[in-house]
């Protein structure tokens, strides 16, 4: 648990900072207790305020789990989008240009501290609270898949991939692209950056192979008479 040093000589804490101190306390809390073992006494220990301020910003336990996966997925949107705006939308080498989009995702919201608290709450309380992550659902992949696929789409007219089904494709897509980091991730590690790339090349590799156009090899001429 944090310990201010110098508690008589701290500044008070403006509003938003008590709200996000809460909800990183939260969530580190959610994640090593899990829901039904997290109490709002814990999680105002570790924020570092009454469980009175944490009652007046969120009300009780549920509001404030809520509260924590929606700031966890507002964060990973917000990494995701700005990755997404790097897709390669005119490559020059379809390929190379995936796999550094590819390096980039997984780093970037897959890899980083909010994708693994959102995992491990995931892990943890899913299967148990699945009504607590219907925002999540809505707000996270469903946006992911649709944004991804409106890109995959956009190759698809241009001639560079061959796919049919947009959608089926983004979620192949990210699907693949951490297949090898699995293990190390339900482990709670941090994937090297060796394996993040190779990783990616294998994902788009296979990615490729199953939508990349296919190329008609012409027939020989039929022999005359």
């Not at 997290?38 to 789990?65: C, M, P, W």
């Not at 964060?75 to 897709?87: E, S």
């Not at 659902?137 to 061959?162: I, Q």
């Amino acid at each position: 648990m944090k310990e201010n040093p110098f508690p008589h000589f701290a500044a008070p804490r403006s509003h938003s900072a008590k709200r996000a101190s809460i909800l990183e306390a939260a969530a580190h809390v959610f994640c090593q207790e899990g829901f039904g073992g997290a109490n709002i006494d814990l999680i105002a220990a570790e924020a570092g305020v009454s469980r009175q301020t944490v009652y007046n910003h969120h009300g009780d336990k549920d509001n404030l789990f809520l509260a924590v996966v929606k700031d966890i997925t507002d964060r990973t949107n917000a990494g995701l989008f700005a990755t997404l705006a790097t897709f390669p939308d005119h490559p020059k080498d379809l390929e190379a240009e995936l796999v550094a989009f590819a390096i980039r995702l997984n780093q970037n919201c897959i890899c980083n501290r909010d994708g693994k608290f959102l995992r491990k709450l995931i892990q943890t309380e899913g299967e148990r609270y699945p009504e607590l992550f219907a925002t999540w659902r809505n707000e996270g992949p469903l946006k992911t898949w649709s944004a991804l696929a409106a890109r995959f789409a956009r190759l698809a007219h241009a001639g560079l991939l061959d796919v049919d089904d947009p959608d089926l494709a983004a979620r192949q897509f990210l699907a693949l692209i951490n297949a090898d980091l699995q293990v190390a991730l339900l482990l709670g590690e941090t994937p090297t950056e060796a394996a993040r790339e190779t990783s990616a090349r294998n994902a788009v590799r296979t990615f490729l192979r199953a939508y990349r156009p296919r190329v008609e090899t012409a027939k020989p001429a039929s022999a005359t008479a």
